[in-house]
């Protein structure tokens, strides 16, 4: 999704403007720009379609792009095609005005048509550009950027994340923000304004996240913030905890494989300091919910969306098992259209990883609007699913770059499971469950790692598959999710169609699909249902199908029938969805990088999917 950074201070803006934008390209994007109020007072804009490297090579010579002011953007292009006059920044018709904008503006057509009669010329296919025109209207009434801003804004529909720069106030940022993230980093002499903290983290730690419909006026020495009907509004400053080194690639290829490998670490990081060893319990001290408030959970409903999604799923396998609670997970781009039935005692749980996903927001908030008690389930602290939900646990899985999500996923069962524990000991399982549970959890890690030190092995499958058009994911009870997964993963990265099933439900459909070229994963531990997985895998293995299997070490019905074999270690099956995922996400990686593929920028495809 796009990406917006501003920049006020003594330095020169230019290169922190350009670094701040390489810091979101993992968002993805198709086009990107700046503008600068240079030191002879002049606004100077330099835009392109493609990628920072095609800006940074094609700056106009005979422009003066030094100043201490500006904005850059990354777009991903939702109205009107990725071209250099759509991308961003816009101006209005005086040319003193720019703006970068993230999100839609649903009443685009309406407002170019009143602003078309007003005299206004537009030179973009773009809804943005009539925020900058809309803004001109209002500064020519009031001459006060900040209001006009306002203004403007409450004439809109939709979401906007937007920076404003203009000629005649060269000292001044003006920002605003409503369902598209926004984040004032505050510095010394110096104040950064950007969509996503990655963008910041390098030059400060202090942030403020704005919230919906707040404005904000940044000079190099303060900021003031308002909300759309100018009253001042005074905001806490939060420290964030990432750090730099969080977002380079420590010596690995890809940013998916560094993530990949980080999750003995981050898998950790989720359940650290989370046990409550002397009840065989665990706690989760961000949810804020009593035991009588825990105990009177009758249903759960799980809102997400892509990875976080399969997580969901997961969660409901191991909360039905464990807690014996009842779990419906939705799809959050759904949830609010279908008139969700939300009986009393239901407990909401939104899944994200960036926090920011505009499905999952506006579904928690259709939750809450109907008196649901709503938790989050997150990654990035201070984001926004994380500060509307009524509570929540954070993942710590650190920052994920890898447009595909890898770590965060197994971070999120990881706290599904410390949640199906909490909940499973007040209502269903004993405490020797519950101690077999976290012995078992803790020892996940070093398993993830024994799995992935097959990484060569791993690669080496890949290389028998990297040709395929087609393959097919299968997988049963909890491991079905991880079909999926797996699935996603490869379409993802490789852009190879890839479809995940139920084992069972093959021969309902895809067997008709199976030939020698098709590859078939299988994911098939040694645990109640594995005969029932083997049958499966007969019946591929009688169409001639190529079959890949996940299995444990020394199974003979598997190693008779399978073509290639990664093992993993043994676990509780419940907890299996940790290990037979990692298999899967290294061979969705391999064949990705063996086809040539932008593994961290896959095409078409954003980190954060901030528009509805
Ligand atoms: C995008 C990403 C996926 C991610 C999904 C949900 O589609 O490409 O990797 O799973 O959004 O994102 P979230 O941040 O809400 O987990």
Redesign the pocket.
Known sequence: MCGIVGYVGNREALPILIQGIKCLEYRGYDSAGVAIINNEQKLVIHKCKGKIVDLERSFPKNLNFQGNIGISHTRWATHGKSTEENAHPHTDCTGNIALVHNGIIENYKKLRAMLKKEGHRFVSETDTEILAHLIEKYYNNNNDLHLAVQCALNLVQGTFGIVVIDRANPQKIVAARRGSPLIIGIGNGENFVASDVSALISHTKSVIYLDDNETVEITKDRYIIKNLENAEIEKEISSVSWDVSDISKKGFNHFMLKEIFEQPESITNAFRGRFMENLDTARLGGLQLSANELLKIKHIQIV?????WHAGLIGKYLLEDIARIPVKVEYASEYRYHNPVIPSDTLVIA???????AD?LAALREAKARGAKVIGITNVIGSTIARETDSGSYIHAGAEIG???TK?FTSQITILILLSIILGRMKSISPMEGREYIEELKKIPDKVQHILDKNDEIREIAKIYKHAKNALYLGRGVNFPVALEGALKLK?ISYVHAEGYPAAEMKHGPIALIDKNMPVFFIVIKDFIHDKVINNMEEVKARSGKIIAIANENDIAVEKLADSIITIPKTLSNLSPLLTVIPLQLLAYHIAVLRGCNVDQPRN?????TVE
């Open positions: 997400a969306c892509g990875t976080s899944i994200s990883q960036s926090g920011e996903t999952t447009v595909a999500s965060a993802e495809l954003a980190k954060s999917v």
